[in-house]
């Protein structure tokens, strides 16, 4: 009889092991479905906005004052960064953040267009001249926008950003206040000709990064100008530039977060600089480059980022990129030179 009881309960016990396995790797199946389901929804780049929009909601004025526009905008992309769906993403020490880097490789291309903004209103857009004293609330804010896009804790990055916002939107109160004279926007022609340097070096950047997706051989250009004796040997001068496999689709959704934001921020320079523009006949560059832009923000259709030859069988999308990058880049150029014509 206890023999009988001892096998009954060994059977009991196995039954009851198995059922607790069977109930936790249920537990995990549900867990990985419901972290890749958020995965999938948290990696879709967020929508076009009306930057005209925005600028009548945060400033409550119906023809918003010379410069609210780009403020705005510049508020409204830092906003997105840190409130689009799954929030910040960059700094994610947990499951499904920690999976992405396709979405937080699109946040860095962001980031990057809204610190140089911020560095462009603080040392360019606000001040009338190089020796005006700089607005107390940009000079705070710009460095913040700096911080390590990574840290997670102590502090966080979302916290430095965030204390950033709060310095833009004092700014940007001064700014509409038409009873007060201490916050100023000057939208002249030599101010936005520098922001678009900026733009450009980025743009070139990204161009070749994306065009060594396929590998290239490029000429050493690093001692161009330099004198003869501090030039590299020939056998040196050539370089072997090719993108590492992993970090290819990293480099592809930065550039489309770059553009992404540079779209944006084309549109509201259109509206604050406008009497600028239409002195320079340069309107109808600026909607060029914002089409060149557009482009870039196609639908993908494939599941993943594709890597094919120049000419070979699959298509390349880093390639098909840099196109777009460049064409807005040589036209940002352009404008650079229409602005700098008397």
């Given at each position: 009889m206890e023999r009988l009881e001892r096998i009954w309960l060994t059977l009991w016990d196995s039954f009851n092991s198995a059922r607790k396995l069977k109930l936790a790797l249920a537990f995990v199946l549900a867990g990985l479905l419901l972290a890749t389901a958020f995965g999938i929804y948290w990696s879709f780049e967020p929508d076009?906005?009306?930057?005209?929009?925005?600028?009548?909601?945060?400033t409550a004025m119906e023809s918003p004052v010379t410069g609210a526009h780009t403020v705005a905008t510049l508020i409204h992309l830092t906003e997105t960064l840190l409130e689009k769906p799954g929030g910040y993403l960059s700094n994610d020490m947990t499951p499904p953040g920690i999976w992405l880097d396709n979405i937080p490789s699109w946040e860095f291309g962001v980031l990057v267009q809204v610190r140089d903004m911020s560095r462009a209103l603080r040392k360019s857009f606000s001040r009338s001249q190089s020796q005006s004293t700089e607005d107390p609330a940009l000079a705070k804010a710009e460095p913040l926008l700096h911080f390590d896009h990574r840290n997670w804790i102590l502090p966080s990055t979302e916290s430095e950003y965030r204390k950033s916002l709060k310095l833009l939107y004092d700014y940007r109160k001064r700014l509409i206040d038409t009873q007060q004279q201490d916050a100023q926007f000057y939208a002249r022609a030599d101010n936005l000709r520098d922001w678009l340097g900026d733009v450009s070096t980025?743009?070139?950047?990204?161009?070749?990064?994306?065009?060594?997706?396929?590998?290239q051989r490029r000429i050493n250009t690093d001692l161009a100008g330099d004198s003869a004796g501090r030039q590299a040997t020939v056998a040196s001068d050539e370089?072997?530039?090719?993108?590492?496999?992993?970090?290819?689709?990293?480099?592809?959704?930065?550039?489309?977060?770059?553009?992404?934001?540079?779209i944006h921020m084309l549109e509201a320079v259109e509206r604050d600089f406008g009497d600028a523009l239409d002195?320079?006949?340069?309107?109808?560059?600026?909607?060029q480059i914002i089409r060149e832009l557009e482009a870039t923000q196609g639908t993908i259709w494939s599941p993943m980022i594709l890597n094919g030859t120049e000419f070979g069988f699959l298509a390349n999308h880093?390639?098909?990129?840099?196109?777009?990058?460049?064409?807005?880049?040589?036209?940002?150029?352009?404008?650079r030179d229409l602005l700098s014509q008397g």
């Open positions: 076009r906005f009306d930057v005209s929009e925005q600028a009548r909601q945060q980025r743009l070139g950047s990204l161009s070749q990064r994306l065009s060594a997706s396929v590998g370089l072997e530039i090719k993108t590492p496999w992993l970090q290819i689709d990293n480099v592809f959704y930065e550039a489309r977060g770059t553009a992404w934001a540079l002195k320079k006949n340069a309107r109808a560059s600026v909607r880093s390639l098909v990129m840099a196109s777009y990058i460049s064409r807005a880049n040589a036209a940002i150029i352009d404008l």
